[in-house]
């Protein structure tokens, strides 16, 4: 099976631009989830999307956001770019995303902000 | 509020011995927990996992100890290898349709 796919792999944003980054599950997974890492912070949780429905919420601005898809490939959306927003971009897939149910890491996306 | 402590930033060990990860938790009702191995520009690396049903899980040089009174979880290497040198992440739930919760991580450096 192929792995989780993000795109792009890396970005180049300026500071009140808005950003796009994708996310392809692995094949059957249902369950997708978005984290933030920034140096010393680990994985900050964003959010998840179960059946194309946000099913949990972490503790982040309006300005981030998604959705995803009938194919449940994932999208997650960023406005009004800040500098502290620049980060690699994890998705997880997992086929239910709950029990013990494993999440599958795809390569991330590295968003500077200028 | 911190949930998951990775207390350890760093760690270093030499290759052929053992090298043991700390995680402390402090959420009474996390009942998963995993462990994830990071390369440099890649995702996490899915490793190995532990119910709160079980206090040892073992997959080939990779062994994971839960210890449910006192919240705290480690992983063992052995023998550690140049290979494994990357940075550990300890990662916990509850059971349902919770979020991952995740450690700051720790960066083990295998010296041959």
């Known amino acids: 099976k192929a792995g989780v796919t993000q795109t792009p792999r890396y970005l180049i944003k300026t500071r009140g631009q808005q950003v796009t980054l994708s996310c392809s599950p692995i094949?059957?997974?249902?369950?997708v989830s978005w984290y933030q890492q920034t140096p010393g912070q680990g994985l900050q949780f964003l959010f998840e999307?179960?059946?194309?429905?946000?099913?949990n919420k972490g503790n982040f601005p309006g300005r981030f956001s998604g959705r995803q898809f009938s194919n449940s490939r994932s999208e997650m959306n960023v406005s009004t770019l800040e500098l502290g927003d620049s980060a690699l971009y994890l998705c997880?897939?997992?086929?239910?995303?709950?029990?013990?149910?494993?999440?599958?890491f795809g390569p991330g996306t590295r968003l500077t902000v200028l | 509020d911190q949930q998951v402590k990775q207390n350890s930033p760093s760690l270093s060990v030499q290759e052929g011995r053992i090298s043991i990860l700390n995680c402390d938790y402090t959420n009474s009702m996390f009942d998963y927990f995993l462990w994830y191995k990071k390369y440099p520009a890649e995702g996490p690396t899915f490793l190995i996992s532990i119910s709160s049903i079980k206090d040892k899980n073992e997959d080939g040089r990779f062994t994971v100890f839960l210890n449910k009174s006192a919240k705290h979880l480690s992983l063992h290497i052995v023998p550690s290898q140049p290979g494994d040198s990357a940075v550990y992440f300890c990662?916990?739930?509850?059971?349902?349709?919770?979020?991952?919760?995740f450690g700051k991580g720790t960066r083990l450096s295998v010296i041959a």
């Open positions: 997880a897939s997992s086929y239910s995303g709950s029990g013990t149910d494993t999440q599958y």
């Open positions: 990662a916990a739930r509850n059971s349902g349709n919770t979020p991952l919760v």
């Open positions: 999307y179960f059946s194309e429905t946000q099913r």
């Open positions: 094949s059957g997974h249902r369950s």
